[in-house]
Each structure stands twice: as C-alpha cells, then as structure tokens.
C-alpha cells in the first residue's frame, strides 16, 4: 500500500509539472499572437492614417483643379463679350449707320422745337430777329459732353456754327475736307433727295487742329430753307463700345455675387464693379498685405503667357478688415489692352478638406 501511494504520488507531482509547461507555452504563444495583433494593428493603422492624408490632400487638389478650371471658363465668357463689341467697332459702316439712327433723334428732337417756335412766332417776331432767335435757341444746345447742332442754309453758306464762328456767313460751297469730300455740297443734296441723311467725312474736333473721320446726319428746316446737322467721331464711336463692353462686363455676376474686373498692362484699374473707386488708378505699388504685388504679377502672366493664375489675399464683400487667400485667372484681350479677370477665395478649400479628414477619420476609428 505504502509504495502504491508513493508511485501514485510521484505521478500526481510529474503531472502537475507538464501542466505547469503546457500553460506557460500557450501563455506565450497567447502574449505573441496578442502582440503580433497590436502590430499589425498599429501597421494597419499607420497606413489606414497615411491613406487618409494621401486622399485628403488628393481632395484638396481635385476641388483646386475644379475651381480653377470653372475660373478660367468664366473669363473666357467676359473675354468673349468683349471680343464681340471689338468686333463691332471694326465693322466701320455699320458703326455709321448706327450712329446715325441716335444723330437722327437728336436732330429730329431740335428739328420740332425749330418748328414750333417758328409757327407760334412768324406773326409777332421781325424775320431777322425771328431767324437771331432761333439761332440762339439751336447755339445753346450741347449734349455727350461738348457736341453740339449746326446751321447752314441751301447755298450752302455758314448761318451759325458755336464751335468755329469764324466760319459764320461764309460761303461753303468750295469748302473741303482733307480727302477732297464736298461736304457742305453733299449736305445740300442730301436734303433736296430725301430731306434728312447722313454724309461722312473728315473734321476736326472742338480745340483740335487734324481733322479726323466723322459722321453726320442732317435735316432741312423747309420754313427757313436751313439745314440744321450734328455729327459724332469715329474715333468716339469706338470708344463708346469700349464703354458698352465695360458696362457688360461689370454686370456680370454669379450667384454667390462674384464679378469680374478689368485692369490695363500699366497696370492701371480700367473696371472694379466692387471697388468703382480703383478705377483709373495706378495699380504698380499696390500689393496685398504680405507683400505680393499682385497686378504686377498679372501683368507678368499675361505678358509670358497671354493667361495665367495669380495668387494673393484679398478682401471679401461685406467683410471688414479681414483678408483671404485668394486664386483669380487673368487673360489679355490684346486689341484693346485689358486684362480680364476674376478671383475665387481659397479658404473654403481648407474646410473642406478638414470636414473630409473628420470623415477619415471616424471611419478609421469604427475600422
């Protein structure tokens, strides 16, 4: 009995020992694939967080890449509303014609009062100072600035010009233009065939000495046997189109209010729809706070290139006193000059992506 129990208890002893062995190795093999876990946790992690930078920063590029491309689409729209009144002011002929309907109105408005004057007064009035009257009445009318309303008669002679009385009384009918145009002449028949029209040719302007092209158009006053005639520059007519195209362009807007604005290769400010009061001011030492000459800058692109980006800070409407970064595209429109642009701010791009980043993330964390 005593030695049984002694084998059986030498066997219990050897029993608890590999048990003891067995635990320890399961324990280990536990604790390595615990640890082999984390770090293939912690690896998969610190790639899941540089896939999350990679794309965030992907995201930033895309809307950057977007806004740029929506930017430059637009300017192409202004570029083209303004390559299309270029257009127009190449078309001489039409530009005549045109004027010509607005001469008309004026001409016809001054006609009627001429008219009615006349037809209340013959009966009161001595004809020479009926005839003194109405020439006063017609010398007083100015209108676009200094243009102004003639006077000649059917011979033709000179009854009342208010920007060159020298000529009053004289006799016209040998009178010239630099290119051998009869004007006066054509004037007279002109109203002998259709009693109103237009005659083209070359005079010079109020306090100028060269004479430059010009379209008129006159009207026969039958009670006096009186033309009565205004006329317009070319040159004037043309710039009256620059003046439209500006017009056109600073209307434009977007929904969020974005604008367009135009600046020349001086750089001076040719239209601000925002800021009217940088217009014709001289832009080469303007610079935004840190430092960027930023129509310099435009004016370097768009001397390199024709077109390009710029970046800089700048403010927003209805915002004081603080900037944002801003990214705007610029092209020249060479013909006249100008340097068509508009700007997006960029500051948004940043919260976007952080809000992309927060979705990352949260994701990353549930993963």
Not at 21 to 29: F, P, T, W
Not at 54 to 70: C, M, N, P, R
Not at 103 to 110: E, K, R, T
Not at 335 to 350: A, L, R, T
């Amino acid at each position: 009995m005593l030695r049984k129990v002694g084998s059986e208890s030498k066997a219990g002893g050897g029993s608890k020992g590999v048990n003891s062995v067995i635990y320890r190795l399961v324990a280990l093999v536990v604790l390595a694939l615990v640890l082999e876990g984390f770090a293939c946790a912690a690896y998969f992690s610190v790639g899941l967080w540089n896939f999350s930078d990679e794309q965030s920063q992907g995201v930033k590029a895309d809307i950057v890449a977007q806004k740029k491309t929506a930017l430059q689409d637009l300017v192409r729209m202004a570029y083209s509303t303004v390559d299309r009144y270029y257009n127009q002011s190449l078309d001489e002929e039409a530009l005549k014609a045109g004027k010509s309907r607005e001469l008309a109105m004026i001409v016809d408005g001054i006609h009627h009062q001429i008219s009615t004057f006349y037809k209340k007064n013959v009966g009161s009035m001595e004809r020479d100072e009926l005839e003194q009257a109405i020439k006063d009445m017609v010398a007083a009318v100015r209108y676009d600035g200094d243009n102004y309303i003639w006077i000649n008669d059917m011979h033709p002679t000179m009854v009342m010009h208010p920007a060159k009385p020298a000529l009053d009384g004289q006799d016209l009918s040998n009178f010239k233009d630099p290119q051998g145009t009869f004007l006066f002449n054509e004037m007279v028949e002109v109203c002998k065939e259709k009693g109103a029209g237009m005659v083209a040719y070359m005079w010079a302007k109020p306090n100028e000495d060269e004479p430059k092209p010009k379209v008129s158009y006159v009207k026969l006053v039958k009670e006096l046997n009186w033309i009565i005639g205004t006329g317009a520059w070319i040159e004037d007519i043309t710039e009256a189109m620059k003046l439209e195209a500006l017009d056109q362009v600073s209307k434009l807007r977007l929904e969020d209010g974005n604008y367009f604005w135009i600046n020349d290769m001086q750089p001076a400010m040719v239209m601000h729809p925002i800021k009217p009061e940088l217009n014709g001011q001289d832009l080469t030492t303007f610079k935004d706070p840190k430092g960027t000459f930023l129509f310099n800058e435009m004016v370097k692109v768009c001397s390199a290139n024709g077109q390009g980006f710029v970046e800089y800070w700048w403010g927003k409407p209805g915002v004081k006193d603080v900037l944002f970064p801003k990214t705007s595209f610029v092209r020249l429109f060479e013909p006249w000059g100008w340097v068509i642009g508009m700007g997006v701010y960029m500051d948004d791009v940043d919260l976007m992506v952080i809000e992309k980043q927060a979705g990352f993330a949260k994701s990353i964390r549930n993963l």
